[in-house]
């Protein structure tokens, strides 16, 4: 065997270095320090050359050392020692290393030419570059966006772009001068503000100025939006008129502009220019402002097509905006409510918030989650964000709820009853689409039965109430709920019941006071209402404003003028302290009505009617405003038609429709007073009110009785017939009040009612004496009637009264202003004068007036004594006040040929003949009559003058079966009318 020769690698190897240990290696995942490559083998030591490196996913990137080694037996190697890396290699680190400088030169350059400071040092040049060009808007952006920068060119940029905003503005066209408000209009709340605001102010008054003879369009626009820099800017504004009419006048063309005039003339009040205004464009206002501002007024003056026409498409596009609005609204509060939840999850357990929550009971946990997520919702300004879009989407609310009730109108008015069907299906959709509710809500359900009564399906109505109490176990929300809606249908009756058996059931203080709120605003007189406004929360503010109104108009009521005034003024300083709302509105304004009867003051009443209306733009659908403010608008007319003609600093006079009776002398006088108030706006609102009233509030008696009185005095055959239609099937007098009808029949409540007379007689004697005849004569005048009618009112159940004071009074009166109204009271005052003779001389008659004293006028009971006492003919047509009587009924006949009366048929029948066949001629001629009686017993199913004066027209026109069904249907009711008539 060959001997084996020993190897010297320090003389072989003389670039290796000898090693302590092997090099560290390892990857994790294709990441880390690994040997590659194989170079230098030597066959004699079998031992080779790998290089160490740094791998990224095992591919090698940068070697850092090379090794000789030797391969071991099962795998690795034995390193033998290290050697100098291959030229290569050194090459490629060197590349490498390159790089790395490279990247870090580039990104310093990158991050150098992103910074802010060169970013907006540039958009600087860019701005000055494009004022340079003559692009001012351009360049204010540029401007503005360097102003909120931050850095060191922000202050620059404010200086330039105010300097270049004072020179531009001075020296560019009308054009250019509108595009750079209008520019900073939209930006006034941006970070950077560029243009102070009275500096904005003052350039746009100079450019108003400067532009208004040569560009009148452009003037308006821009003092338009100079209001948005000005401070308080006055309302109404001076300027914005005139600059709107030159514009329009420059170009007449312009549909924006005329709409924008409307939409003026609107807020002014001054509603027949928006009309005249809006009306030669109707078939071009689409969806726009003017639409909904001419079919409101249309839907007011009840032209229900032309009213239809206008407001479908507006209602229909803005609805859709207000859906989207309240969707995204309940989207923001879950969201409000879930961020503020999550709050509350990340706090720690030192938090003081979580150590209090860890000290209550489960309610006052509850209580304290609950107060907190309103806290944090208070101040979530997205959540205010789109609270603010629901508000301006909700403006589309009355429009929609004026062409629901237009399309009520139409439905009704439709002969086919398939189309009649589809078109109230369309008005109950319409209703359905502007409350908030979703699904079967309780919300939901209580607000579909309401429009069930409103689309006239009363029992359908109150079978959907009478299912929700039930699914709730009549809880006291929901009996409160219920309560409410019935009370807003006019269901007075049905509400207290519910109110009361809330506060009955009742167990918490604060449940009793919310139900006695709720019963007292349904209260049957003065005395019921303040004593369950004292079961209220007498320290809430609102109450004791209440309070303070109730005091007032109870000694109001007591004849105490003069201590009722600081009461209603007290109430009115402390409800106007509170938060203005349609309630606090309402309570100022009825609270005002009543000052005006205690001081006199007609400023006080208009001022009441003028909140009013405010209350119902706010909430148009409240059926309770609606009333309050319909018969608001209707005495304010009256008001205003007879303002300096009579001084109501003494009281006694009443402001309706009767007061103008005492100013109409003959037909040509009412007729002329008639056109003066159906031209008055408040007149004309009030009746449009009081029929939305009869359909927001269908059990509500108030409304259909003043309609018809109205109706009924302007001679509107066709609104009484319609009224008629609207009160078919409707069941006015609830249970409660039938029964008290039925106790005033019995006498059962006459000590206070006697009581009540008497304080009235009281009142109406002294303010008859405070009224100097000779100097306000029209005023003593009209005060003597009242006066007159109160007395005869009083005697009718028991309180005494002297008649030859009255009678002279009533000639007085007669002597001193004849007209309709006082004729009317001088020939009663005549039969009164004869009644007392004629009961002297027959028993029969005495016991017959005393007997039905309750049910029927003494006027009435004499057309039905002549009838039923043969007896009594002779001497009542041989009695002076008996002719003297007839003698001014055939007077006020001839001036009033247009008013025939069944009832002086019915005396004239049996005292003179030949004027009773007159009388049954005029009527069988007057299609008013018929249908307004009609009408009338419908409303006052238990009124027992109605009952008989029903039926003399009916036996006077052929009807007599028909009147003697509706007399005994009264008699079947409880009403103690004679058994034959």
Known sequence: MAEEREINLSEKFPDMTPLRGAPSLGTINGIGVTLTGRRDFDAETGTYVKTRSLCFLFIPLVPMDAYRVADARGGGWYFIGKVPLSGFCKIWNLCILGLILACIGAGYINSYYASPEYVNGQRLTEARNLSGNGKTEEALGRYEAVAASGTSHASTAKAEALELFQERV???????????????????????????????????????????????????????????????????????????????????????????????????????????????????????????????????????????????????????????????????????????????????????????????????????????????????????????????????????????????????????????????????????????????????????????????????????????????????????????????????????????????????????????????????????????????????????????????????????????IPHLKASIAAWEKLPRSDGSLNEIALAQSSLFYASGDPEAFR????????????????????????????????????????????????????????????QKDEQALRARMQARTDFKDAKSLYRKAILLAPRNAGGYGTLREIYAWEDDLDALKELKTALKGIELVGEDQKAKTLAFYAGSNDPAIIGDWDKALATGRTQLASV????????????????????????????????EPLFRMAQQAYAMAPSNGTSSILSTMHLYRAFERLAAANPAFKEGQERNSRVMSRTQYFALALEQIPALRDPARQDPDVKAALDLMREQDRKFPKHPSAWKWAVCKYLDPEEAEVIAKDLHADPISPIAQDVREMIYPMSGNHALYGLWLRRVLGQEGEGLALYEACRKRGVPLPEKP
């Open 772 to 803: 100097p005849k000779d100097k306000e004569a029209m005023t003593w005048v009209v005060t003597a009637g009242t006066y007159i009618q109160t007395c005869l009112a009083a005697h009718a159940i028991g309180n005494p009264i002297e008649l």
């Open 170 to 564: 001075g020296q560019c066209d009308a054009a250019e001068a509108k595009r750079l408000f209008a520019f900073l209009a939209a930006r006034r709340n941006a970070p950077a503000h560029l243009v102070p605001d009275p500096t904005a102010a003052e350039a746009a008054a100079a450019a108003v100025a400067r532009y208004k003879e040569q560009d009148p369009l452009a003037a308006f626009e821009i003092h338009r939006l100079a209001r948005v820099f000005t401070p308080n800017p006055p309302d109404p504004d001076p300027d914005y008129e005139p600059l709107l009419e030159a514009a329009r006048a420059a170009h007449p063309e312009n549909n924006e502009l005329a709409i924008e005039a409307a939409a003026n003339f609107e807020k002014l009040g001054q509603l027949d220019k928006a009309k005249a205004t809006l009306e030669p464009l109707a078939g071009k206002l689409g969806a726009t402002e003017g639409a909904r501002i001419l079919g409101q007024l249309y839907a007011r003056e009840e032209q229900h097509e032309k009213a239809f026409a206008l407001l479908e498409p507006y209602a229909q596009q803005h609805l859709s905006a207000l859906h989207a609005a309240d969707d995204a609204y309940e989207k923001a509060l879950k969201a409000s409510n879930d961020r503020a939840i999550d709050e509350l999850n990340r706090k720690l357990t030192t938090d003081p918030w979580v150590r209090q929550y860890q000290k209550q009971d489960k309610a006052g946990q509850e209580k304290m989650v609950s107060e907190y997520v309103l806290e944090r919702m208070k101040v979530d300004s997205a959540l205010h964000a789109v609270q603010e879009k629901l508000a301006q989407a909700a403006s589309t609310v009355p429009v929609a709820l004026d062409l629901g009730i237009v399309r009520l109108y139409r439905g009704r008015e439709i002969k086919d009853p398939e189309a009649k069907k589809k078109e109230l299906e369309a008005a109950e959709k319409v209703f359905l689409s502007i409350r908030n509710v979703a699904g079967e809500s309780d919300a939901y359900r209580m607000y579909y039965g309401q429009v069930l009564y409103w689309l006239g399906k009363h029992e359908e109505g109150k079978a959907a109430f009478d299912e929700l109490l039930a699914s709730k176990n009549r809880n006291h929300e929901t009996l409160l709920g219920v309560g409410n809606t019935l009370r807003e249908i006019g269901a007075h009756s049905e509400a207290n019941v519910l109110f009361e058996e809330a506060y009955n059931q009742a167990t918490k203080v604060e449940e009793k006071q919310q139900a006695a709120a709720m019963r007292r605003l349904s209260a049957n007189d003065m005395d019921d209402h303040i004593l369950w406004l004292g079961r209220c929360d007498t320290s809430k503010p609102h109450v004791q404003a209440s309070l303070e109104a109730a005091k007032g108009k109870k000694m109001l009521s007591d004849g105490d003028r003069a201590g009722a």
């Open 607 to 666: 001022q009441g009617a003028k909140l009013l209306r405010e209350a119902v733009g706010l909430n148009p659908s409240d059926s309770i405003l609606v009333l309050n403010a319909a018969s608001s608008l209707l005495e304010a007319s009256v008001l205003d038609e007879v303002s300096g003609k009579l001084n109501f600093t003494h009281g006694g006079i009443s402001i309706d429709l009767d007061l103008l009776d005492y100013f109409a002398g003959e």
